[in-house]
């Protein structure tokens, strides 16, 4: 096997393991199995010198836990689960409207006003229901009385029953239908008056993020919304999973999100929602990540960098990326023999971040593997401008 390095690199190499001394005993040999041709396919011995020793650095090989990640991206979107669309209850003229997008508002707090003749309507028909309900009763009670007396007919009293069960369902009626227009029950008995207004409140906390309506608009039921309320401090992020890797997909996974806008910053997800359709033209699946965004810096339609932690590998060989150099397309490390002698040995790798690989096959647990200084081997093995 032939490595090709620079002849600068080499000088630079030999100088700084102290080559350059007169006393040739302290250079370093090299040994060769067999014949030293690079189509032998042997592995090559590189002797040291015990001076150099110290330029080097050695590692032992060791098994560790390694998390394995899958990498893909996706889109900032709003948490659905945390977002109200305003629907009108009913038609009427907007009033004291002061919501904006941008505003945070508070579960409870109030929108604007509706002005409207179905309000008055309303509260009129409960005050009616609530005053035959009384009647009713009155009635209900005499007519008892009399037919302990035998003054009056079981049919009477059966229908003076009937009559004023009628005006209780009449009542929870009209107040179910107050209840639903947040109109205070107890206040229009105490008052006696008749409103036209009605508040309309937000029923989470959360940022006002469209409106639809501004001050005196006519507006009326229907399915378009006219604000809509999004509640940041937790959002979706849906990214593609090719169809190949959705076997290692599972709900309630790890996932770490990043963001060009916050390159330096990782936020916690979890896997929350695997869609059940394959996209036809690029064989992904769209795989929903629940991210804690309680300082609400991730922003809806942000792009976004998805690591997901798919499984965990227990006896895992992991080195530093620089104790791996290639040579002819393959990739092989130095493993020391002795104190002084170190084999080439080719290895099958995978990359991983950090500058870390993982050696899938070549080397053992327990190996000693040059991690530091593989360049200086490397010239000790170069062959001589003569050669």
Request: net charge negative.
């Given at each position: 096997?032939?490595?090709?390095?620079?002849?600068?690199?080499?000088?630079?190499?030999?100088?700084?393991?102290?080559?350059?001394?007169?006393?040739?005993?302290?250079?370093?040999?090299?040994?060769?199995?067999?014949?030293?041709?690079?189509?032998?396919?042997?592995?090559?011995?590189?002797?040291?010198?015990?001076?150099?020793?110290?330029?080097?650095?050695?590692?032992?090989?060791?098994?560790?836990?390694?998390?394995?990640?899958?990498?893909?991206?996706?889109?900032?979107?709003?948490?659905?689960?945390?977002?109200?669309?305003?629907?009108?209850?009913?038609?009427?003229?907007?009033?004291?409207?002061?919501?904006?997008?941008?505003?945070?508002?508070?579960?409870?707090?109030?929108?604007?006003?509706?002005?409207?003749?179905?309000?008055?309507?309303?509260?009129?028909?409960?005050?009616?229901?609530?005053?035959?309900?009384?009647?009713?009763?009155?009635?209900?009670?005499?007519?008892?009385?009399?037919?302990?007396?035998?003054?009056?007919?079981?049919?009477?009293?059966?229908?003076?029953?009937?009559?004023?069960?009628?005006?209780?369902?009449?009542?929870?009626?009209?107040?179910?239908?107050?209840?639903?227009?947040?109109?205070?029950?107890?206040?229009?008995?105490?008052?006696?008056?008749?409103?036209?207004?009605?508040?309309?409140?937000?029923?989470?906390?959360?940022?006002?993020?469209?409106?639809?309506?501004?001050?005196?608009?006519?507006?009326?039921?229907?399915?378009?919304?006219?604000?809509?309320?999004?509640?940041?401090?937790?959002?979706?992020?849906?990214?593609?999973?090719?169809?190949?890797?959705?076997?290692?997909?599972?709900?309630?996974?790890?996932?770490?999100?990043?963001?060009?806008?916050?390159?330096?910053?990782?936020?916690?997800?979890?896997?929350?929602?695997?869609?059940?359709?394959?996209?036809?033209?690029?064989?992904?699946?769209?795989?929903?990540?629940?991210?804690?965004?309680?300082?609400?810096?991730?922003?809806?339609?942000?792009?976004?960098?998805?690591?997901?932690?798919v499984e965990t590998i227990p006896d895992a060989?992991?080195?530093?990326?620089?104790?791996?150099?290639?040579?002819?397309?393959?990739?092989?490390?130095?493993?020391?023999?002795?104190?002084?002698?170190?084999?080439?040995?080719?290895?099958?790798?995978?990359?991983?971040?950090?500058?870390?690989?993982?050696?899938?096959?070549?080397?053992?647990?327990?190996?000693?593997?040059?991690?530091?200084?593989?360049?200086?081997?490397?010239?000790?093995?170069?062959?001589?401008?003569?050669?």
């Amino acid at each position: 096997m032939q490595y090709r390095i620079s002849a600068g690199l080499v000088c630079i190499c030999l100088i700084l393991a102290g080559c350059g001394k007169e006393n040739s005993t302290s250079a370093a040999t090299v040994e060769q199995v067999n014949n030293p041709s690079a189509s032998d396919g042997k592995d090559h011995i590189v002797h040291l010198a015990a001076s150099q020793l110290s330029n080097i650095q050695v590692e032992s090989v060791r098994e560790q836990s390694l998390p394995m990640v899958l990498n893909t991206f996706g889109k900032v979107q709003f948490n659905e689960d945390r977002t109200a669309v305003i629907v009108p209850p009913l038609s009427g003229h907007v009033e004291n409207l002061k919501a904006c997008v941008g505003d945070q508002v508070q579960q409870g707090d109030v929108l604007f006003l509706i002005n409207s003749r179905d309000v008055s309507a309303a509260i009129s028909e409960y005050l009616e229901s609530k005053k035959d309900l009384d009647l009713a009763e009155k009635t209900l009670a005499m007519t008892r009385d009399l037919f302990s007396h035998q003054a009056v007919s079981s049919i009477a009293l059966q229908q003076a029953e009937n009559d004023c069960a009628k005006a209780k369902n009449k009542v929870a009626r009209t107040q179910e239908q107050l209840h639903v227009l947040d109109v205070d029950q107890n206040g229009i008995l105490e008052s006696g008056e008749l409103t036209s207004r009605i508040p309309v409140r937000s029923p989470l906390s959360g940022a006002i993020v469209e409106r639809h309506v501004t001050e005196r608009q006519f507006i009326q039921p229907d399915n378009s919304g006219v604000l809509t309320i999004a509640d940041l401090s937790s959002i979706w992020v849906i990214a593609d999973v090719f169809e190949k890797d959705l076997r290692r997909v599972k709900l309630g996974q790890s996932a770490e999100v990043s963001t060009l806008a916050y390159p330096d910053e990782v936020f916690q997800a979890s896997v929350s929602r695997i869609s059940s359709v394959v996209d036809a033209q690029s064989r992904t699946v769209k795989v929903r990540f629940l991210v804690e965004n309680s300082q609400n810096r991730l922003k809806p339609e942000m792009f976004a960098d998805v690591r997901l932690l798919v499984e965990t590998i227990p006896d895992a060989l992991v080195l530093p990326a620089p104790a791996v150099f290639t040579e002819g397309g393959k990739n092989y490390v130095f493993v020391r023999s002795d104190k002084t002698n170190f084999t080439d040995r080719p290895v099958t790798i995978n990359t991983l971040p950090n500058q870390k690989v993982r050696v899938i096959d070549g080397l053992k647990a327990g190996e000693d593997v040059v991690t530091q200084g593989t360049l200086l081997l490397l010239a000790q093995n170069a062959p001589s401008a003569d050669e």
